[in-house]
């Protein structure tokens, strides 16, 4: 996994609560069996004004200018500014995978959804809550000031803003860890072998009928 | 001191390891696996040159993208027209074969959706911890099992080490209390406490079911309720275990069997919140006040009764709240204050991981029987959820009143529910479906969801329009 120390970006805002991973990723991309590509259909069903398939050349699609991923102003943004319970919905892996082909690397929420924050973190991307008055405020900037953008610093768990105020965060601390450090979740697990191996066998001991196979 | 909560004894009795920074790692029973969140995943461990901890504790079955038409399931995979879909479900059969992980492969008769086939086939058992790369794995915790989605990382991770991440979550306990009246199933329980605590209230949490109503149900019907857990924002949903669950377990092929499932029922029978167990949140609803119920918007918590009308968001005082209605009301093109019986419907999906079972499809059987579809109605399918319900079904002649009414009946498989294939609904058609997700372009691009019980999905398939089953219930009888 690619880290996370410091990064400064454009921010484009989202202006939707409950935004889904069916609105992030649309199911029909779902069938690849690769885990890269999927940035040019992310928010496929807003993005564009017809229907993509997986097999599509996107760049003769006809692209919805209204939506705010196509305005000018929000070219090249990689902060998203998103409102309550983004990610919603599936577990599917996809929705974080083309948020960060399309070069978002910062998420900012009053709340996310459990799977899908969960996800973020195993693929290089930080979602930060904050409180809803304080996003609410954030909207409100970004929508006035053209080429707003946000200094994200992971270490010392702060946002900076274009006026130079600083928002403090809250980060749980082994998920800054490994993504300080790019570091691999399942070799760190492994650390831990002998311990599984030891639950293991008191568990099967214990409760034999959860070992009879499959 | 106070007692236990369900949860609670199921995270300790799995706490591998507990870190100092509040995570922890959390032994796996079992993982199940489908084709479209598991590739990348086994090609992680290709590319580390890992191999699964324990493969026995992995089962897997093809759902997501396979076909429901018998014309190209009776080819086999080669039968499988798009070629992405096939390379995906082709992709599952090689990598279990070549990690040892058994698959009930596209037409074996135990095939279907993964959360139809764990417990039927005795891989869920109570006490269990399981996972799948699938937010409705939730399902499982009707069992009195620790069952949630995860991601394909997370996919990976439990492969390589039998063990996952995790941070506790909080309590709470969700009582349905009194009985329900006749005509109100699980799904318009579930409904009712999604519109009550919306899409997020369970944000955070493992949300144990429980109170008179939820004890009563089947396990049928309380899997119907764990499944759409995380549509009330929770990955885990719980219902304490109980006779009603030690009897629907025996004798199921990969269950344990004689003196091992006596010894394992009784220690199953301790898998329920302590009296004094102390919840984060409890939420009460009476059952008597729980109306058949069917979404309006694009969001589960959406939703009104039968009766209701269609909201108007000039009437919503939070500005947040009044555009989200707005915006659902043009994509579904439905009018503020319409009558929710007055919604015409073009398409009827019967099936899912929500509702696809025996029960739901005797359910729908009895109401449409000796009826037909509406001419307005231009596609109404019955999707099985599994093979050996579809077997069961067809025993019991259910396929010939689904097809004599002019429904059709499919293979088993996801279909509609996500659309992942071709069973999709068109742009712009109204849809009443037995499924979980009323989530724009869910069910097809433009396609306008409706969710609702399998008896009033039947209902409005005869008249083209939503109407109150316990008006048609107290019809005379049929032949």
């Not at chain 2, 509702?355 to 449409?368: K, P, T, W, Y």
Request: glycine fraction near 8%.
């Amino acid at each position: 996994m690619k880290a996370f120390t410091v990064h400064t970006g454009l921010a484009m805002p989202l202006d939707r609560a409950n935004v889904d991973t069916d609105f992030i990723i649309p199911k029909q991309f779902l069938k690849s069996i690769k885990r890269s590509g999927f940035g040019i259909n992310l928010f496929d069903e807003h993005r564009y004004l017809d229907k993509g398939e997986p097999d599509t050349d996107n760049s003769q699609r006809p692209l919805n200018k209204d939506f705010v991923l196509n305005q000018p102003r929000y070219q090249g943004a990689s902060v998203l500014l998103a409102r309550e319970n983004f990610g919603c919905g599936s577990s599917r892996e996809h929705a974080p995978w083309a948020l960060d082909d399309f070069g978002f690397r910062v998420l900012i929420s009053p709340s996310f959804a459990d799977i899908f924050f969960n996800n973020c973190f195993k693929n290089g991307i930080l979602p930060i809550v904050l409180d809803k008055e304080l996003v609410d405020t954030l909207f409100k900037e970004v929508n006035a000031a053209e080429g707003y953008t946000l200094t994200v610093d992971l270490p010392a768990q702060s946002i900076t803003r274009p006026d130079g105020s600083v928002i403090h965060f809250e980060v749980d601390a082994f998920r800054k860890h490994c993504l300080l450090n790019g570091l691999d979740d399942i070799g760190l697990t492994l650390e831990d072998a002998e311990a599984i191996k030891a639950f293991e066998n008191q568990w099967r001991e214990k409760s034999p009928w959860y070992f009879t196979a499959a | 001191m106070s007692g236990k909560t369900l949860y609670d004894k199921l995270w300790e009795s799995h706490l591998v390891k507990q870190r100092d920074d509040g995570t922890a790692l959390i032994y796996i029973d079992r993982q199940l696996i489908h084709e479209v969140t598991s590739p990348q995943a086994f090609e992680g461990l290709r590319l580390t040159g890992r191999k699964p901890w324990r493969a026995d504790a992995n089962l897997a079955t093809p759902d997501h993208n396979i076909p429901t038409t018998k014309a190209e399931r009776s080819r086999g995979l080669d039968g499988i027209v798009d070629p992405v879909s096939r390379i995906q479900v082709r992709t599952l059969a090689d990598n279990c074969r070549d990690f040892g992980i058994t698959e009930l492969d596209m037409n074996d008769i135990r095939q279907g959706i993964v959360h139809v086939v764990g417990p039927e086939q005795g891989a869920t058992l109570p006490g269990m911890t399981i996972v799948c790369g699938d937010s409705h794995t939730s399902t499982h915790g009707a069992l009195g099992a620790l069952a949630h989605g995860i991601g394909t990382s997370e996919v990976e991770h439990v492969m390589a080490t039998q063990c996952l991440i995790q941070k506790k979550m909080k309590n709470m306990l969700i009582r349905v209390d009194g009985k329900l009246n006749p005509g109100v199933t699980a799904k318009d329980i579930v409904l009712a406490i999604i519109g009550e605590i919306g899409t997020a209230g369970g944000t955070g949490y493992t949300i144990e079911f429980g109170g008179e109503a939820v004890r009563s149900l089947s396990m049928e019907g309380r899997m119907t309720i764990c499944n759409m857990a995380i549509e009330a924002g929770a990955r885990a949903g719980l219902i304490s275990v109980d006779q009603t669950t030690i009897d629907y377990i025996k004798g199921r092929p990969m269950a344990p069997q004689g003196e091992l499932f006596t010894k394992a029922a009784e220690f199953w029978k301790t898998l329920v919140s302590d009296a004094d167990a102390h919840f984060d949140r409890v939420v009460v609803l009476d059952a008597a006040d729980i109306i058949p119920q069917v979404t309006w918007g694009t969001s589960p918590e959406m939703v009104a009764p039968v009766t209701g009308v269609v909201p108007d968001p000039d009437q919503e005082k939070d500005p947040s709240r009044a555009d989200n209605i707005r915006q659902a009301l043009k994509y579904m093109g439905l009018k503020p204050g319409t009558a929710i019986k007055d919604i015409q419907l073009d398409v009827v999906f019967i099936g899912s991981c929500t509702n696809s079972r025996i029960e739901d499809l005797r359910a729908a059987a009895a109401v449409v029987k000796g009826r037909k579809v509406a001419s307005s109605i231009q596609l109404a399918m019955v999707v099985p959820g599994s093979g050996l319900v579809k077997q069961q079904a067809e025993a019991e002649g259910l396929d010939k009143i689904f097809t004599d009414a002019g429904l059709e009946w499919r293979e088993p498989g996801c279909s509609m529910c996500l659309a992942m294939n071709a069973d999709q609904l068109p742009a712009g058609k109204h849809c009443a479906s037995t499924s979980n997700r009323n989530f724009e372009g869910r069910q097809g691009f433009g396609g306008r969801t409706h969710l609702v019980s399998p008896a009033m999905a039947a209902a409005a398939a005869i008249h083209g329009h939503f109407v109150d089953v316990r008006d048609i219930l107290l019809e005379p009888a049929r032949a």
